[in-house]
């Protein structure tokens, strides 16, 4: 099963988000570990001009937000942009999205991930791509479905055997 994309639903896809100031519209993940992952390399992104931004954004340091590291959410990010190095010093680990997306709002040179339901005016989605020459995606319900949208979240769901082994078939 996949995560929901109800806003009510208590776990969905991640999404990483920029405050609506930011000319940024979307990056790779590549991208993503090279800004969020620790520790730091000479490879690490770690200003905005680093993303191709100019004018006031040129020398202008990336704030990190996003869920802690003891949370689902966190660990899931960790393994799946990160590949488990840890996050980038500098970064700020909250307990819930709604506390990520508020900072983002508030810091114009955020950056933060949380889950993709807690989109509010005042911030905006990144779009994804797996690769770079792969196709972005906005995390849209069909782009789910067909398995583009780097930050899904699948599901498990877990069934109890019966005394002899089995399955039940409608469960099957």
């Given at each position: 099963a996949h995560a929901a994309l109800d806003p009510a639903a208590r776990s969905s896809p991640l999404a990483i988000y920029v405050n609506q100031e930011n000319p940024l519209s979307a990056t790779t993940m590549g991208t993503?570990?090279?800004i969020f992952a620790g520790p730091r390399t000479r490879h690490a992104i770690t200003q905005w001009q680093q993303l191709g931004l100019g004018g006031?954004?040129?020398g202008q340091a990336i704030h990190l937000y996003g869920l802690a590291r003891s949370t689902?959410?966190?660990t899931f990010f960790a393994r799946k942009v990160l590949g488990d190095r840890g996050y980038a010093d500098?970064?700020?680990g909250l307990r819930e999205s709604r506390a990520v997306i508020a900072r983002v709002l508030h810091d114009p040179?955020?950056?933060g991930f949380a889950d993709l339901n807690q989109r509010q005016p005042g911030v905006k989605v990144l779009k994804l791509k797996a690769c770079a020459r792969?196709?972005?995606s906005s995390g849209s319900?069909?782009?789910i479905v067909l398995g583009r949208y780097p930050l899904d979240r699948y599901l498990y769901i877990y069934v109890r055997r019966e005394a002899d082994g089995k399955i039940?078939?409608?469960?099957r």
């Open positions: 993503a570990a090279q006031r954004w040129r689902a959410l966190g500098g970064y700020i040179q955020g950056m792969c196709r972005a319900r069909a782009d039940d078939p409608l469960v």
